[in-house]
Nanobody
């Protein structure tokens, strides 16, 4: 699975951004998708994940209620809508995928090791 994230940029606190991740190389409707982020000097952290059919989602507590993950299997694309952005949301955002549906379980979904495929990140910078 090849992944290409886009949509990052420089915004002010309170603004919104929508990140996109285009996938290719595998039947998109059979993979779970996730978003992670990594701030300078920090470990990569889980943001959100979505099941192969969009019926189940998981969110990190830090972004719950502000971010929404969605997907369109006909377009081979997953999005991360980010609202009410804060300075602490500044990071490089990565999309990730895996073909093992079991990795969507709440006990493993937030681990980077649950995702075999990773795209290059897109920078999100939120100025306060």
């Amino acid at each position: 699975v090849q992944l290409q994230a886009s949509g990052g940029g420089l915004v002010q606190a309170g603004d919104s951004l929508r990140l996109s991740c285009a996938a290719s190389g595998h039947t998109f409707s059979s993979v779970i998708m996730g978003w992670f982020r990594q701030a300078p000097g920090k470990a990569r952290e889980f943001v959100a994940a979505i099941s192969w059919n969009g019926g189940m989602t998981h969110y990190a507590d830090s972004i719950k209620g502000r971010f929404t993950i969605s997907r369109d299997n006909a377009k081979n694309t997953v999005w991360l809508q980010m609202n009410s952005l804060k300075a602490e949301d500044t990071a490089v955002y990565y999309c990730a995928a895996d073909t093992d549906r079991a990795n969507l379980h709440r006990t493993v979904v937030h681990h980077t090791s649950a995702y075999r495929y990773w795209g290059r990140g897109t920078q999100v910078t939120v100025s306060s």
